[in-house]
């Protein structure tokens, strides 16, 4: 009885949950922006761990994770012909990877804590749109 309710009822909830669209590309985005709130989190409340103990390393920090998850969140925006919806996307991520990167340069030029919390919300917003977007096109041709 136990074999044949996992045959009828969880396989095919299993399946339905792999045919849902999101790559692995969402996975490695999702986690790298779960990753910079955590770290800037604990860098605000003075918990965080030795390099993220200023602004200059937190910029370090902070700009090569906002750069892991730009390129897999958005990187199939910039490589693929889009629909004039998609050259919306395209463009808005274009627009918060550009203030992004200038803030978490400022930030390691300038040793600014203003500009670690720029780069980390304008990332988790270009995570977003682009998340937004996979979700939108999902069961449409790749």
Not at 17 to 28: F, M, P
Not at 55 to 63: D, I, R, Y
Not at 77 to 92: C, S
Not at 105 to 116: E, K, P, R, T, Y
């Amino acid at each position: 009885m136990g074999a044949d309710l996992v045959a009828v009822v969880v396989a095919p909830m299993l399946w339905e949950v792999l045919a849902i669209g999101l790559t692995w590309k969402d996975l490695v985005s999702s986690v790298t922006v779960l990753v910079m709130l955590l770290a800037y989190t604990a860098f605000q409340y003075g918990t965080a761990p030795p390099p993220l103990s200023n602004a200059w390393t937190a910029s370090a920090v902070e700009l090569v994770l906002g750069a892991i998850c730009a390129v897999s969140a958005a990187g199939d925006l910039h490589t693929r012909p889009q629909p004039w919806q998609g050259e919306i996307f395209r463009r808005v991520t274009t627009v918060l990877g550009a203030i992004a990167l200038l803030a978490g340069l400022a930030g390691l030029i300038a040793n600014s804590w203003h500009a670690v919390e720029i780069l980390v919300v304008t990332t988790a917003f270009l995570w977003v749109a682009a998340t937004m977007w996979h979700v939108l096109t999902m069961g449409s041709e790749p």
